[in-house]
């Protein structure tokens, strides 16, 4: 079976620039814009904001 166009896998980079990373998939259909998620960063010892990277 083939992966579905609609839910792309896409990298979320820390805006603290420690260089962390997350890896996640989104549909593409009800989240158009970039993702933004609050997730934990071991590096700063904090919750952030990840920002999608292309």
Do not use: C
């Amino acid at each position: 079976m083939a992966r579905s166009k609609a839910r792309p896998v896409v990298t979320l980079r820390s805006t603290a620039g420690t260089g962390i990373t997350y890896v996640t998939r989104k549909n593409r259909q009800n989240d158009p814009d970039r993702l933004v998620l609050r997730k934990y960063d071991p590096v700063a010892a904090a919750h952030v904001e990840f920002r999608e990277t292309r």
